[in-house]
């Protein structure tokens, strides 16, 4: 970073653990100023925040509560970024849940359907929708110099069916949709828009699913045998963010150890 030109700032939805806070750690190596959003755990969020700030002692990282399926908390989160910051160059929408219980589509319920799509779908959906707006009206103060960045962080379950947790796929698949639309819509004004799908990832998310994925990856689940990190997808991310796909738009990542390759 040359002396005296302002760090550019990331908002990682979901940082304060797994998949987010490997984005965030990363993003602060990378020289990005953040802010780290939680939905409850703040004392997962402080150890993030202290994690990033170990990366690099100069970066200015906050942590803020905000429920994303809440419309005025993505507000609140928003004008934390804003008065925190006074600029937003990448939003990484990271923040997702699992369903509490995998239930089988046939059994699946409307509590649980409604759920997924609050946090998982409409809440980066209408997220993206005013950051976008926030980040044209920065493009218009800053120029050329401003390149800002939208990162959804979907699943291999936007396009692999899994029934036993239609309500997730469903949210994902959306998502991935929602990527493909902000990226259309949003190119002339110079902001792109990217879409990483990881595989199987170490989280507290998959903590409950361990034994199962590690029989299936040892039996050949993934070309790459092993767990996937929450540095894989961090570092994905960062070479999203530093400049690395500059001519692409509506590009899907795949950080999944080969997941989607079809095999014969
Ligand atoms: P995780 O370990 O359960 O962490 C979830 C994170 O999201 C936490 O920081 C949590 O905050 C936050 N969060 C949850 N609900 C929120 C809400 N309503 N508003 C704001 N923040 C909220 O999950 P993960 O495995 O890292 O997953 C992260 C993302 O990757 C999700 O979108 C998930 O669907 C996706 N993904 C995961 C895997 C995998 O194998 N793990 C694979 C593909 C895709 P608190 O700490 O405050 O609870």
Same mark, same amino acid.
């Given at each position: 970073m040359a002396p005296g030109r302002e760090s550019s700032v990331a908002l990682v939805t979901g940082g304060s653990r797994g998949i987010g806070r490997g984005i965030a750690l990363e993003l602060a190596r990378a020289g990005f100023d953040l802010v780290i959003n939680y939905a409850g755990n703040e004392t997962a969020a402080q150890e993030a925040r202290t994690e990033a700030l170990d990366t690099r002692r100069q970066a200015r990282i906050e942590t803020c509560q905000a429920d994303v399926s809440i419309a005025e908390d993505r507000q609140r989160l928003l004008?934390?970024?804003?008065?925190?910051?006074?600029?937003?160059? *990448?939003?990484v929408n990271n923040a997702g849940i699992a369903p509490s219980k995998r239930v089988d589509i046939l059994d699946a319920t409307e509590v649980s359907f409604d759920r997924l799509? @609050?946090?998982?779908?409409?809440?980066?959906?209408? *997220?993206?929708?005013?950051? @976008?707006?926030?980040?044209? $009206?920065? @493009?218009g103060e800053k120029g050329a110099k401003y390149r800002p960045i939208i990162v959804n962080i979907t699943s291999v379950s936007a396009y692999a069916a899994s029934p036993e947790r239609g309500d997730y796929c469903v949210s994902k698949a959306g998502m991935a949709m929602a990527t493909?639309?902000? @990226?259309?819509?949003?190119?002339?004004?110079g902001i792109r828009?990217? $879409?990483i799908r990881p595989g199987v990832i170490a989280t507290d998310m998959t903590?409950?699913?361990?034994?199962?994925?590690?029989?299936?990856? $040892?039996?050949? *689940?993934?070309?790459?045998?092993?767990?996937?990190?929450?540095s894989d997808v961090g570092r994905a991310v960062a070479a999203i963010a530093t400049g690395a796909l500059e001519f692409s738009t509506g590009e899907v990542i795949n950080v999944d150890g080969g997941f989607h390759l079809r095999r014969l």
């Open positions: 004008q934390f970024t804003r008065e925190s910051f006074g600029r937003l160059d *990448l939003l799509m @609050a946090v998982n779908l409409k809440g980066p959906y209408f *997220l993206t929708q005013a950051a @976008a707006r926030w980040m044209i $009206e920065q @493009a493909k639309l902000y @990226a259309v819509a949003l190119a002339s004004h828009v990217y $879409e903590s409950v699913v361990k034994e199962k994925y590690d029989v299936l990856i $040892e039996h050949g *689940l993934t070309p790459i045998k092993r767990w996937g990190l929450p």
